[in-house]
Nanobody, 116 residues
Framework: QVQLVESGGGLVQAGGSLRLSCAASGSIASLNVMGWYRQGPGKQRELVAGITKGGSTNYADSVKGRFTIFRGNAKNTVYLQMNSLKPEDTGDYYC??????????WGQGTQVTVSS
């Protein structure tokens, strides 16, 4: 059973920083894409940042220049460094691992609240 566990969420003032962590365990394909999604109040879930096994990244336009996604040294770990946080970044952040179009896994989510 593949499991993803996130941590690092919390409450921070606008302009502050947080680092989210995600560790995946279980039988996971070597080729995979990991990423972070978020769902703000009253909004649909959206991709925040993704990273391939080879290190290619993509970001939502709203976070470019502020957030950085990177893989850790441990297998199937990923981080999201969040700087210059804004109130609109508030939401539940979910770690995602995708092996292919029909096989993906989700973490339980971690809450990020940015106060003004």
């Amino acid at each position: 059973q593949v499991q993803l566990v996130e941590s690092g969420g919390g409450l921070v003032q606008a302009g502050g920083s947080l680092r989210l962590s995600c560790a995946a365990s279980g039988s996971i394909a070597s080729l995979n894409v990991m990423g972070w999604y978020r769902q703000g109040p009253g909004k649909q879930r959206e991709l925040v940042a993704g990273i391939t096994k080879g290190g290619s990244t993509n970001y939502a336009d709203s976070v470019k220049g502020r957030f950085t996604i990177f893989r850790g040294n441990a297998k199937n770990t990923v981080y999201l460094q969040m700087n210059s946080l804004k109130p609109e970044d508030t939401g539940d952040y979910y770690c995602n691992l995708k092996e292919d179009y029909r096989t993906q896994y989700w973490g339980q989510g971690t809450q990020v609240t940015v106060s003004s």
